[in-house]
């Protein structure tokens, strides 16, 4: 399991950062959201990878190995609200910006 999440952290990440180093806008956006996506999956993975294990502790004598950290799904839900806030701000950022110059180069001009 922490194979897979880990690889689907680097394969995000590293899409991400390809994308934001092309001349597009649109393209850097999408970009932006790969990388936070990644780093939503690196938060939630910091909170350990189990399954069918609740997030609150009733006893406190209990092993806290045995419970889930709702502190990073907590984070992340809060993550994923702002990213999506964000990416349509963005959007729009870019949308005025194309209507503006007439391109969607991210240094306003074509090569």
Do not use: C, K
């Amino acid at each position: 399991m922490e194979l897979i999440v880990a690889t689907a952290i680097g394969v995000l990440t590293a899409s991400g950062v390809w994308l934001l180093l092309r001349p597009r806008t649109f393209q850097v956006i999408i970009g932006l959201s790969l990388v936070s996506y990644a780093v939503n999956l690196f938060i939630f993975s910091m909170g350990r990878l189990r399954t069918a294990a609740v997030p609150v502790v009733n006893n406190p004598a209990a092993d806290p190995a045995s419970y889930a950290d709702p502190v990073p799904q907590a984070l992340v839900l809060t993550a994923i609200v702002i990213g999506f806030a964000m990416t349509a701000l963005f959007l729009v950022v870019l949308l005025a910006a194309r209507g503006l110059t007439g391109t969607d180069h991210v240094d306003g001009r074509e090569r």
